[in-house]
Nanobody
Framework: VQLQASGGGLVQAGGSLSLSCAASGTIVSANTMGWYCQAPGKQRELVASATLGGLRTYADSVKGRFTISRDAAKKTVWLQMNSLKPEDTAVYYC?????????????WGQGTLVTVSS
């Protein structure tokens, strides 16, 4: 299973970016897909996640600004980031958690850099 993330880049504060992440190599849909970020010198932390059942979870710092969505059939998850702040600058990693009988595990994408200038 592989995750291919895209959509990072440089944006001014107040701007928007959209990230996408597509899973390949399996017919199984991930139970949970999400986005994590890691800023320099900091630990990786959850930004947002979405379960197959429709539960959406957001970090407090992004509530009201970021929206996660997913398409189980396409095995893709998106992160729409609005009103970006310099403190959102980080490498963003896509994650997929599989809990199927035939396949269980946590997969990480390669990371995409988001830089927000002030």
């Amino acid at each position: 299973v592989q995750l291919q993330a895209s959509g990072g880049g440089l944006v001014q504060a107040g701007g928007s970016l959209s990230l996408s992440c597509a899973a390949s190599g399996t017919i199984v849909s991930a139970n949970t897909m999400g986005w994590y970020c890691q800023a320099p010198g900091k630990q990786r932390e959850l930004v947002a996640s979405a379960t197959l059942g429709g539960l959406r979870t957001y970090a407090d710092s992004v509530k009201g600004r970021f929206t996660i969505s997913r398409d189980a059939a396409k095995k893709t998850v998106w992160l729409q980031m609005n009103s970006l702040k310099p403190e959102d600058t980080a490498v963003y990693y896509c994650n997929a958690v599989y809990e199927a009988r035939t396949f269980r595990g946590s997969i990480w994408g390669q990371g995409t850099l988001v830089t927000v200038s002030s």
